[in-house]
């Protein structure tokens, strides 16, 4: 029977990280709908081939993101803190993801998230030039888009600051999230460089994801970073002006529903970068 002729409640499944904050929020939506709870598909049984869903379930696809093991799989790093590994994440879990939805055809499940609209929503060079192809209003960007300027080194990130003049720009791995490997790069006269960055290097030139923004002064500071974070792609995006207000800077992180604003969250901070864990 088709799930439009049954009476039934609809069967949901959901594949992420059982006990994660936004595996425990879905449900907790699901039961509050009166709905039973969604089975939840790990993503550790997907990255080990064991995709597996039901006649007529309807996927939901959440961050693999809050476990270690699954971070460990995904980008080979040794510390869930790194930074590097973020090109070989992408490859990983996009390909995870066309797992998920074969499986989900052939089980005759409906899947909510198509794999291409994940592939695009999670490289931000991809995603800012669909945003700016629906005529959203997005900072001017030499390298979105799928013919977007490639990005090999602080010389390239040099020279596309001079040539779009954009003294100041957001320096950001392609495939990065929670300001990881950020960098706000700004350049003044005498051909000084600066910036503020979320990256600590260790002595071995490792990078790792800190809590506590810090300020690189020189140039071959601000380049020994983006040259160790450009192997896995870069975007750069032309860093605009937030509103401030008693020394901190404020932007808002809005989300839309069918055309109509649903969620609010105000984000300030002293930093150029907003994030909450921040």
């Given at each position: 029977?088709?799930?439009?002729?049954?009476?039934?409640?609809?069967?949901?499944?959901?594949?992420?990280?059982p006990g994660s904050r936004r595996v425990s929020l879905f449900q907790d939506a699901v039961t509050s709908a009166g709905l039973p709870e969604a089975r939840t598909v790990p993503w550790l049984d997907v990255l080990r081939g064991g995709a597996r869903f039901l006649p007529g379930e309807t996927v939901r696809i959440e961050s693999?993101?809050?476990?270690?093991?699954?971070?460990?799989?995904?980008?080979?790093?040794?510390?869930?803190?790194?930074?590097?590994?973020?090109?070989?994440?992408?490859?990983?879990?996009?390909?995870?993801?066309r797992e998920v939805a074969r499986a989900a055809r052939e089980a005759g499940a409906l899947l909510l998230d198509g794999p291409a609209d994940i592939a695009a929503?999670?490289?931000?060079?991809?995603?800012?030039g669909v945003l700016d192809a629906a005529g959203v209003p997005v900072p001017a960007s030499p390298t979105s888009g799928p013919a977007g300027a490639p990005v090999c080194g602080w010389d390239d990130v040099r020279d596309l600051m001079a040539a779009h003049r954009m003294p100041r720009v957001f320096v950001k791995p392609a495939h990065g999230s929670s300001a990881s490997g950020v960098l706000a790069v700004e350049t003044?006269?005498?051909?000084?460089?600066?910036?503020?960055?979320?990256?600590?290097?260790?002595?071995?030139?490792?990078?790792?994801?800190?809590?506590?923004?810090?300020?690189?002064?020189?140039?071959?500071?601000?380049?020994?970073?983006?040259?160790?974070?450009?192997?896995?792609?870069?975007?750069?995006?032309?860093?605009?002006?937030?509103?401030?207000?008693?020394?901190?800077?404020?932007?808002?992180?809005v989300v839309v529903v069918a055309g109509r604003a649903t969620h609010a969250v105000v984000r300030t901070s002293a930093s150029p970068m907003t994030n909450l864990h921040l």
């Open positions: 029977m088709s799930r439009s002729a049954s009476s039934g409640p609809p069967r949901l499944a959901v594949v992420g990280n693999p993101g809050e476990d270690a093991e699954v971070d460990r799989l995904l980008r080979a790093a040794d510390d869930p803190t790194r930074v590097e590994g973020s090109a070989l994440w992408y490859a990983r879990f996009t390909a995870a993801v929503l999670f490289d931000k060079r991809l995603c800012h003044a006269g005498g051909g000084r460089v600066r910036a503020a960055t979320s990256v600590e290097r260790d002595p071995a030139g490792r990078l790792y994801n800190s809590l506590r923004v810090r300020r690189c002064t020189t140039e071959r500071e601000v380049a020994a970073v983006i040259d160790a974070l450009a192997p896995d792609g870069l975007h750069i995006e032309r860093w605009l002006p937030k509103a401030t207000q008693r020394g901190r800077a404020a932007d808002l992180r």
